[in-house]
């Protein structure tokens, strides 16, 4: 098992940044890919950004140019640094980890708790 726990987050007004941190424990040494995730009022949850173990990135076209992942292997943690923050961006920021699958455990996703991102315009 793999325990994520957030921090950051939190009410900016529009132009203003945030930063939200993901603290992994447990067995870490499964876990490939980690990410942020978003889900606003009333919608489904989206992928925001991801990173490999390797430090490949990926970000979601609304937030590119904006938003940076990284990640601390040695920490197990990953950080979502966000710029330039919208309205449209307020929502619940959930991080992310995965366990890939192999020929003796099917894949796993982790999700810590949620953080609320308010963006006042």
């Known amino acids: 098992q793999v325990q994520l726990v957030e921090s950051g987050g939190g009410l900016v007004q529009a132009g203003g940044s945030l930063r939200l941190s993901c603290a992994s424990s447990?067995?870490?040494?499964?876990?490939?890919?980690m990410g942020w995730y978003r889900q606003p009022p009333g919608k489904q949850r989206m992928l925001v950004a991801s990173?490999?173990?390797?430090?490949?990135?990926n970000y979601a076209d609304s937030v590119k140019g904006r938003f940076t992942i990284s990640r601390d292997n040695a920490k197990n943690t990953v950080t979502l640094q966000m710029n330039s923050l919208k309205p449209e961006d307020t929502a619940v920021y959930y991080c992310?980890?995965?366990?890939?699958?192999?020929?003796?455990?099917?894949?796993?996703?982790?999700w810590g708790q949620g953080t609320q991102v308010t963006v006042s315009s």
């Open positions: 992310n980890a995965n366990r890939p699958r192999t020929p003796w455990v099917p894949r796993a996703d982790y």
């Open positions: 990173i490999t173990r390797a430090g490949s990135t």
């Open positions: 447990g067995r870490n040494f499964e876990i490939n890919d």
